[in-house]
C-alpha cells in the first residue's frame, strides 16, 4: 500500500523534541500521572499499590468495562457497547477508515484537517473529493458545494469538529443539515472529535453519534485530557452492523489497550468535571493573551477559534510556511506547524494552550523573528 507522507506528522517527528518553547503543541498543557491522582481526590497509595499488584495480561479485549461507561458518560444516550476502545484518535480514525473504505469507493472529505482523513481513504484507492474550508466563511463547511460534491455514489463523508487546525466549530444546526444530506444518500459520517468538550463558552455540543445512526464519532485522552501519553483512544456508532465489522478489524490491529492506561483513562474522565475545569480555564486564558498579541500585530490575522486548542494564523510577508516556521525554530527554539502541512500556504498553526508562560515567550520570540523579515 502506498500513502503520501503524513506532513504534520512528519514535520512534529523532526523538531519537537528539540524545542524549547513549544507552541505547536495541541493538547491543553499535559498533566503528569501525580496531578491527576491528586486532582481526582483519590489514595495515592492505595491506587499505586492496585496497580503494581495487577497482572500484565491482555487484560479486556474490547475495553475495560469501567473506562467504557466513563467514556459513555461523554454522550447522551450511548451505551458502553456502542464503544470500541484504540490505540489513540488516531487508531479510531485509522481502524473506521480500513473497515468500511474500499477500493473505487467515493469520499468526501474537508480541508483543513487531520491528514488521516483524506490521505487514507486515498490510499485503499478511494476516490476522494475535497472540499477547502475558506477563511471568509470562518472556516465553516460551505453547504451548497458540498451538497453538490455528495451523490448516490459517496460511501463516507469524514469531517473534524472541533476543526483543527483552524478551532471552527460546525453548529448542531449545520450538522443537522450535513446528516440530512448524508441519509439522503445512505452515507456514512466519520467525525473526529478529539476537541470535542473544549468549546470557549462552556456549552454541551452533540456528537455525530447522537445526530445520526450511521455516525461515527472518535476520540482520545490526548487533547482535551491532557493525557496523550496513556495512548488511549476510541470510536462510537450506535450501527450495530458496523460494530460488529469493526470489531473484527480490530482484531488484526489492536487486540486490548494497556491495562494500566486504562485505569487511569477511566479515572480521569470520572473526574471528567475536574479536569476539564483546569482544562477550560487554561484555554480562555490563553487564547486572550492570543488574541490580543493577534490584535496588536497588523501583519498576523486569523479566525478567532470557537474551540479546541489550535488556530490557523495567517502572516503578511514573503516567505513560504515552512521557511518562516525553521526559521522561527533556528531564531529560538520557538517551534509552530506550517500552514502548508494542511494545504494552506502563507499560515502557520499555533498551539495556544501551551502553559501560561511558554504561550507569552514564544510569542515574544515570533515577534522578535519577525523584526528580522521586514
Known sequence: MKIKPFKVEQWMNEYEMDAIYNIAETC?????????????GVDRES??????????????????????DAIAGLYKGIERDHILTTNGGIGANNLVLNTIVE???????IIPTYQQLYSIPESLGAEVHVMYLQKENDFLPD???????????????????????????????MMEEIVTLAKSVDAYILCDEVYRGLNQDGSYH????????KGIGTSSMSKVFSLAGLRLGWLVTGDEELMERLFSHRDYSIISCGVVDEVFGALALENKDKVLGRNLKIIRE??????????AHERFSYVKPIAGTTALVFYDYDISAFEFCTGLMEHSKTFVTPGSCFEYENSFRIGYAASREILIEGLKNLEDYCKGLE
Open 28 to 40: 491543553v498543557d499535559s498533566m503528569s500521572l501525580s496531578e491527576l491522582i491528586q486532582l481526582s
Open 286 to 295: 490563553n487564547l486572550k493573551i492570543l488574541d490580543d498579541w493577534i490584535n
Open 103 to 109: 477500493p473505487g469507493d467515493k469520499v468526501v472529505s
Open 206 to 213: 452533540k456528537s455525530i453519534v447522537e445526530l445520526y445512526d
Open 47 to 68: 491506587l499505586l499499590d492496585e496497580i503494581l499488584d495487577m497482572k500484565m495480561t491482555y487484560g479486556y479485549i474490547t475495553g475495560n468495562p469501567r473506562l467504557k
Open 143 to 173: 453547504m451548497k458545494k458540498l451538497k453538490e460534491m455528495v451523490d448516490g455514489d459517496t460511501k463516507i463523508i469524514c469531517l473534524n469538529n472541533p476543526n483543527n487546525p483552524t478551532g471552527a466549530l460546525i453548529p448542531d444546526q
